[in-house]
C-alpha cells in the first residue's frame, strides 16, 4: 500500500515550548515531528490528542548546542484541530509535523544523522529495507532569513526560520521512495553555522494486510478490504462504492452496511461476520453465498437470492420490503427470528428442506 501525504503543520517556539496551529489530520496512520532546539535541556513531544510520541535518536552540535530530534506515532488518534508541539524549559524550539497514510504497523526502519558547521548538512546514509518507504528528513539550523532547501527528490514538508534570543530554526522534508536503496540527502541553510540533522525510514502497509477500524463511505475505495483482513468496527461501503474487495475470507466484527446499490459482490464465500449485515436498497447481495456466516439483518428490496444452501444465520435475518425470498431454499439454518415481510415471496418459506428455530413472522402480502 503506498503512502500518502495528508497534512503538516510547522511553527517558531519560545525560549520553553513551541505549538503549532491546527490541522486536519484524519486518515493519517503516522505522525512525524522534526524539533529544533537547544541540546542542552530536556524536552519532549506531544500533540492536542493526547497520542504517546517516541523519540528517536538525538543528533546534538556540541559545541553549539543546536539538536534535531524525530519523533513518530503509528496507529495515531487524528482528526480536525490537531495541534503538535515540543517543549522543555530553556528548549528554544521550533518543530515542523506531518501526518501520512499508508504505514505499515511497526513502521519505524532506519534512522541516522549528522551535526556540521557549515551552510549545508547531508543527514547521514540510510538504507530501507523495503521499497516503499517513507524517509523523513529533520534540520535544526540558526538562518534567521531563508527557507532552508534540501536535494535528490525530497520534498520540503515546511520550516521555521531561527529568532535570534527566541528559537532555533527548523525544517523537515520526505520522499517516498518506490525502490529501497541509499539515501543521503542534504540540507542547505544558507547561512554557515552549526547545525543538527536527522532522517529516518517507516515502512509502508503490505497491499492485501489491512487492519482497519471505522468507516469506509460515500463512494469510498474499498479495494484494500482484501482477503485476510480483519476489520473491528463499522463497515460502510455506500453510494455505488465498489465493495469487491470484501473477498474471501475477511474477517469483519461490528456493522457491515452494503448500500443504495453497492456492488457486494465480494461479500464472497466464507466471509465471517459478527455483527450486523445490512444490504439495503436494491443493492446486489448475490455474493452473500454458500457458508457464508453472518449474524444479523438484509433489508429494503435487497436481493436475497443468494441466501443459499449452506447457509448459517444466528439472530435476527430479515428480508423485507418486497425482498426475492426465492433462495430461503434446502440447507439454510437460522436460529432466532426469521422475518419475511411486506410483499416479500413466500412460496418457498415452507420448503421441508428449510430449518428454523426459534420464530418465524410471514407479514404483509405473502405468495
Not at 106 to 118: L, P, R, V
Not at 157 to 166: F, H, M, Q, S, V
Request: proline share 2%; with cysteine.
Amino acid at each position: 500500500m503506498a503512502y500518502g501525504f495528508i497534512t503538516e503543520a510547522a511553527a517558531q517556539g519560545t525560549i520553553n515550548g513551541v505549538t503549532t496551529g491546527g490541522v486536519n489530520t484524519s486518515g493519517g496512520t503516522l505522525l512525524v515531528q522534526s524539533a529544533g532546539f537547544y541540546g542542552v535541556a530536556s524536552g519532549s513531544f506531544s500533540d492536542s490528542k493526547g497520542n504517546t510520541w517516541v523519540p528517536r535518536t538525538i543528533s546534538y552540535h556540541v559545541a553549539s548546542g543546536s539538536a534535531c530530534r524525530i519523533a513518530d506515532v503509528q496507529a495515531p488518534t487524528v482528526g480536525s484541530g490537531h495541534t503538535f508541539g515540543f517543549n522543555g524549559t530553556g528548549t528554544y524550539p521550533s518543530t515542523v509535523a506531518a501526518a501520512f497514510s499508508g504505514s505499515a504497523a511497526s513502521a519505524f526502519d532506519q534512522e541516522n544523522g549528522a551535526t556540521a558547521t557549515t551552510s549545508t548538512i547531508a543527514t547521514g546514509s540510510v538504507t530501507p529495507s523495503e521499497d516503499n518507504e517513507l524517509l523523513f528528513a529533520g534540520l535544526c539550523h540558526n538562518d534567521s532569513t531563508t527557507a532552508p532547501t534540501i536535494d535528490t527528490g525530497f520534498t520540503r514538508i515546511d520550516y521555521a526560520l531561527a529568532l535570534g534570543g527566541t528559537c532555533f530554526g527548523a525544517a523537515a522534508a520526505y520522499k517516498i521512495q518506490t525502490t529501497a536503496g541509499s539515501a543521503n540527502p542534504t540540507f542547505d541553510a544558507h547561512a554557515s553555522a552549526a547545525e543538527a540533522a536527522r532522517i529516518a525510514t517507516y515502512k509502508a502497509a503490505a497491499a492485501g494486510s489491512h487492519t482497519l477500524s471505522g468507516a469506509l463511505v460515500e463512494a469510498a475505495d474499498a479495494a484494500a478490504l482484501a482477503a485476510g483482513v480483519r476489520v473491528s468496527g463499522l463497515i460502510a461501503v455506500t453510494e455505488g462504492a465498489d465493495a469487491a474487495a470484501l473477498a474471501t475470507k475477511a474477517r469483519v466484527s461490528g456493522l457491515i452496511a452494503v448500500t443504495e446499490g453497492a456492488d457486494a459482490a465480494a461479500i464472497a464465500a466464507k466471509v465471517e461476520i459478527s455483527g450486523t449485515l445490512a444490504v439495503t436498497e436494491g443493492a446486489d447481495a448475490a455474493a452473500i453465498a454458500a457458508s457464508t456466516v453472518f449474524s444479523n439483518a438484509l433489508v429494503e428490496a435487497a436481493d436475497a437470492s443468494a441466501i443459499a444452501g449452506g447457509v448459517r444465520v444466528s439472530g435476527t435475518l430479515a428480508l423485507g420490503e418486497a425482498s426475492d425470498l426465492a433462495a430461503i431454499l434446502g440447507r439454510v439454518r437460522a436460529s432466532g427470528q426469521l422475518a419475511l415481510i411486506e410483499g416479500a415471496d413466500m412460496v418457498r418459506a415452507g420448503d421441508p428442506a428449510a430449518r428454523h428455530a426459534g420464530s418465524v413472522m410471514l407479514l404483509g402480502v405473502g405468495g
